[in-house]
């Protein structure tokens, strides 16, 4: 829910501002600032739940870890480009491939969590 | 294509196949495993340390050759019930059934196997399966176990089936009338005390016992028979030399309360309740002398075991 904070917050001000356009909507950053958040979560729900099977475990942070590190990059790229630092650069490849990656740790997560869920139902 | 476009090409499409990698491996392997049994199985408690998992309508030749030639399938149909051994006492929950066990070997068996001491077999040196057969015997162990943890009703249901099984054995009888007692259900308990009588006149705790039940239901006269009769058996009976001293102090009878108490302290002198209640006697008849002295060693007796320990859970001998 954190991670669709500024979402909803856009959406906000595209639905009262007339000024906005559909574009304003999808908003990379706002997509990597989702994706950080969810593999936060990861990490703290797996420091939280023991005896989730210890190879798992760590096979999840570590890929939530990666996660968090890709995303800080395009975070940090996005800041470059905002700044005027980066020219050269595809904007819109940069959009696609930054929502993209946050639907694949938005089904990461799920993935985690339904995991757990599982597991506390006593059906793992 | 610049060089940031590349490399962000390139990282995107390797964080997009690791991430996609890992969700459906972990979503393909968090499906419901086996579950053809899980609705099926029963578990229950036998005899402490084991589990044991009972499979409705599994012929027993079918559970038989599954046990033998399909140990995993056991394995894994057993690991989805999630046994939890974090704790002291681990635990299995399955389906909102929640059973302490001390150690988890779990046992699998047909509905219609007989239940014992188990077998149990070390499949691939991990958990151990065996088949286990019933009996009377093994019935009334669990009801023994179950009395011991203060779950009468449950003792009672496996002392009935023990009785099913074997209805000619006097310790079932007996032990469930204390099970009835201890619910307070004085009635069914005399019930089951009579059975035994009748397959066994001759245990003097029995008789005992229903003594105590009828002094607990208030059939004073009824329990005086029942403890002089344990008395004629055994002559050394202190605990219903004891009772009857009780009895008879409650019903104003002290001078013959009195001497039971006296029997009592000649066949145990250092109970400190004997001589306290004998006290009390002496004091209702106006000696106050005999009771002070008898208070004193009361006093002297104190830290001696106290009746309550010596008397609970009389066995059969």
């Known amino acids: 829910m954190v991670g669709l904070i500024p979402f909803i917050v856009r959406l906000f001000v595209f639905l009262f501002y007339k000024g906005s356009t559909v574009y304003f909507l999808f908003n990379e950053i706002d997509f990597i600032l989702f994706g950080l958040v969810l593999n936060l979560s990861n990490i703290n729900e797996l420091e939280d739940k023991k005896k989730l099977g210890e190879k798992w475990e760590k096979e999840k942070k570590g890929v939530s870890l990666y996660f968090i590190i890709i995303f800080s990059t395009f975070l940090m790229l996005a800041y470059l480009y905002e700044i005027g630092a980066i020219e050269q650069f595809n904007k819109i490849l940069f959009k696609i491939f930054a929502i993209t990656i946050s639907l694949v740790a938005f089904l990461n997560s799920y993935s985690i969590f339904n995991r757990i869920n599982n597991i506390a139902n006593g059906q793992n | ?251 104003g009878d002290y001078g013959i309360a009195i001497e039971y108490y006296e029997k009592a302290i000649d066949l145990s002198p250092n109970l400190a309740e004997t001589y306290n209640n004998m006290g009390l006697a002496y004091q209702y008849l106006g000696q106050q002398d005999k009771a002070i002295n008898c208070f004193q060693r009361a006093s002297m007796n104190r830290h001696n075991v106290s009746f309550t320990e010596f008397t609970s859970n009389t066995k059969i001998r």
Not at chain 2, 85 to 106: A, E, F, Q, Y
Not at chain 2, 191 to 202: P, Q, T
């Open chain 2, 1 to 251: 294509m610049g060089k940031i476009d590349t490399f962000i090409i390139v990282i995107s499409s390797i964080t997009i196949i690791v991430g996609m990698t890992s969700s459906i491996r972990t979503l393909i392997g968090t499906r419901k495993k086996i579950y053809i049994l899980k609705d099926k199985m029963e578990i229950y408690h036998t005899v402490p340390n084991y589990i044991a998992i009972k499979i409705r309508n599994l012929p027993r030749i079918a559970a038989t050759i599954m046990l033998l030639v399909l140990p995993g399938f056991f394995s894994a149909s057993l690991k989805s019930m999630t046994i939890d051994r974090s704790n002291d006492k681990p635990k299995v929950t399955s389906k909102n059934i929640l059973m302490d066990i001390s150690k988890d070997k779990p046992i699998v068996m047909a509905e219609d196997m007989p239940l014992t001491m188990p077998k149990v077999l070390p499949i691939r040196g991990k958990e151990a399966i065996g088949l286990i057969y019933d009996d009377a015997r093994a019935y009334y162990n669990l009801g023994i176990m179950f009395y011991s943890k203060g779950n009468y009703d449950k003792a009672i249901e496996r002392y009935k089936k023990a009785i099913e099984l074997n209805p000619k054995d006097v310790r079932v009888y007996y032990d469930m009338g204390n099970a009835y007692l201890q619910k307070g259900n004085y009635d069914k308990g005399i019930e089951c005390y009579e059975e035994a009588i009748k397959l066994d006149s001759d245990l003097a705790e029995i008789y005992y016992n229903m003594g105590n039940l009828y002094q607990k239901k208030g059939d004073y006269n009824l329990a005086t028979n029942s403890y002089k009769r344990a008395i004629e058996l055994n002559p050394d009976y202190l605990e219903a030399y004891y009772n009857m001293g009780n009895l008879y102090q409650k019903k």
